[in-house]
Antibody, heavy 119, light 107 residues
Framework: EVQLVESGGGLVQPGGSLRLSCAAS????????MNWVRQAPGKGLDWVSY????????YYADSVKGRFTISRDNAKNSLYLQMNSLRDEDTAVYFC????????????WGQGTTVTVSS | EIVMTQSPATLSVSPGERATLSCRVS??????LAWYQQKPGQAPRLLFY???TRATGIPARFSGSGSGTEFTLTISSLQSEDFAVYYC?????????FGGGTKVEIK
C-alpha cells in the first residue's frame, strides 16, 4: 500500500523550531518529487515547499523562505521540513504529498501533523 | 503569483442533484490544473489532473473541464459521500497555488 506518514508536530513557542518528518512506503520514494502543504485551522490549502527526487531543485513559498528548509533522505525513504523562527501564522496541519510523474499535481497525501505556535 | 478564484464559496445541493463548481485563474495555466476533494479531518484526495483526467478510483459522476483561465468541476448526481470541500490547484507556474475552496453541503 502506498503510504505517507507525517510526524514531529507539536506545540512550540513563537521563535522556536520544529522538524517534521514524512515516512514513505509502498513505492520507490527516491524517484518521486515531494511537496509540503499546510492548512491553517478552518482555512484552505497552502503550498509550502517542493523538492525533486535528487534534491537538486528546491522551492519555497515566500511566507516561509529563509525560515524553513526542506530535505530528504532517499536511503531512509523520508522527507523532512526543518522549521525555524516559527510564527503564530505557521500554526497549521502540515501534509506531505507525492508529486505525480510527469505532472506537478499531488497524487498521494499523508494524514498530516499539527503544528501549533503559541506562547 | 497566479491567483485562483473558486465560486461559489458554498453550494447547497440536494442528493441526486447536479453540482457545478467553478475555478477561475488570473492568467492562463493551459490544462495544468488539478481538483482535490477534502472531507473534515482528512487529507485532500486527488480527483483530476490535466484539468479533465480522472484520477484512479474516481467515479464517473465526477467530470472536469476547461483550459486556460476557466475550469469546471461537475458532479452529475450528488451522493452522500460527495459532500465535502473541493479545491482547484494550478501547477503551471511556481508558486503552485490553490483556490480558496468550494464547500458542497446538503440542502
Amino acid at each position: 500500500e502506498v503510504q505517507l506518514v507525517e510526524s514531529g508536530g507539536g506545540l512550540v513557542q513563537p521563535g522556536g523550531s520544529l522538524r517534521l518528518s514524512c515516512a514513505a512506503s509502498g513505492f520507490t520514494f527516491s524517484t518521486y518529487s515531494m511537496n509540503w502543504v499546510r492548512q491553517a485551522p478552518g482555512k484552505g490549502l497552502d503550498w509550502v515547499s517542493y523538492i525533486n527526487s535528487g534534491s537538486t531543485a528546491i522551492y519555497y513559498a515566500d511566507s516561509v523562505k529563509g525560515r524553513f528548509t526542506i530535505s530528504r533522505d532517499n536511503a531512509k525513504n523520508s522527507l523532512y521540513l526543518q522549521m525555524n523562527s516559527l510564527r503564530d501564522e505557521d500554526t497549521a496541519v502540515y501534509f506531505c504529498a507525492r508529486i505525480q510523474y510527469n505532472y506537478y499535481n499531488m497524487d498521494v497525501w499523508g494524514q498530516g501533523t499539527t503544528v501549533t505556535v503559541s506562547s | 503569483e497566479i491567483v485562483m478564484t473558486q465560486s461559489p464559496a458554498t453550494l447547497s445541493v440536494s442528493p441526486g442533484e447536479r453540482a457545478t463548481l467553478s475555478c477561475r485563474v488570473s492568467q492562463s495555466v493551459s490544462i495544468n490544473l488539478a481538483w482535490y476533494q477534502q472531507k473534515p479531518g482528512q487529507a485532500p484526495r486527488l480527483l483530476f489532473y490535466g484539468a479533465s483526467t480522472r484520477a484512479t478510483g474516481i467515479p464517473a459522476r465526477f467530470s472536469g473541464s476547461g483550459s486556460g483561465t476557466e475550469f469546471t468541476l461537475t458532479i452529475s448526481s450528488l451522493q452522500s459521500e460527495d459532500f465535502a470541500v473541493y479545491y482547484c490547484q494550478q501547477y503551471n507556474r511556481w508558486p503552485f497555488t490553490f483556490g480558496g475552496g468550494t464547500k458542497v453541503e446538503i440542502k
